[in-house]
């Protein structure tokens, strides 16, 4: 999966499927790595809504050994790799992320353009991921990816790990055995798929077209 993703979505309607209480976060209509983004999270005291940055810290040997800065990795794709242990265990590490696009490259080096996928009939999506706080970076989040489907393998073999509604709260709480059967199970059929090629440059910041009338109401 590309590092890109957009949530044309009101806060009302997030607030309305993830059932979270108002806040004053802003909704980024548009999330790269490193940039903001918005992720649910549970406590004892219920679910709440807080913004955050895309990509958990990575600092590998050779970097530390060369004195480099951190870098980002936003996308969790082997659950088995040792660095995240204690992340996908403990459920306090859990989170929603609200989507309603996510994109991938296409085309030539130096000229590729945007792909938008999204699902039919649900306007707002919740992509299965981990959310922590850093002394690098401060609160982050990271995706879990999967195997993608064929709608979406053209132009990446990894997806988002998709979660319909009624598996909000068992990703929340659930065991790891469960965390690994989400990210191991089929994809989505392609067919639910919306897939919307653009003539828009990969860097630009132009909205997915299916959302721009959405976006001229806000």
């Not at 970076?137 to 790990?161: E, I, K």
């Not at 598996?167 to 929340?172: D, I, K």
Request: charged share 20%; with cysteine; net charge neutral.
């Amino acid at each position: 999966m590309s590092r890109l993703y957009a949530n044309t979505a009101t806060m009302s309607e997030i607030g309305a499927l993830f059932g979270t209480p108002a806040t004053d976060a802003v909704v980024p209509t548009r999330t790269v790595e490193g940039g903001p983004g918005l992720a649910v999270m549970q406590s004892a005291a219920g679910r709440a809504l807080k913004q955050m940055t895309w990509g958990f810290t990575r600092v590998t040997t050779e970097m530390a050994i060369r004195n480099e800065p951190p870098q980002r990795l936003g996308l969790l794709a082997d659950l088995t790799n040792p660095m995240w242990k204690k992340v996908v265990v403990d459920t306090r590490y859990r989170c929603l992320i609200p989507l309603t696009h996510f994109a991938n490259p296409a085309g030539d080096a130096g000229s590729k353009t945007r792909t938008w996928f999204s699902v039919e009939g649900e306007p707002l999506l919740a992509w299965a991921g981990f959310c922590r706080n850093t002394p690098e970076f401060g609160p982050v989040f990271a995706g879990m990816t999967m195997t993608a489907n064929d709608a979406v393998m053209p132009y990446n073999d990894r997806m988002p790990v998709l979660l319909a509604a009624d598996e909000h709260e068992r990703w929340l709480q659930s065991s790891i055995q469960d965390v690994i059967g989400f990210q191991f199970r089929s994809p989505m059929d392609a067919c639910r798929m919306i897939v919307e090629h653009t003539a828009d440059r990969w860097r630009s910041d132009a909205p997915p077209p299916s959302g721009r009338p959405q976006l001229a109401l806000i």
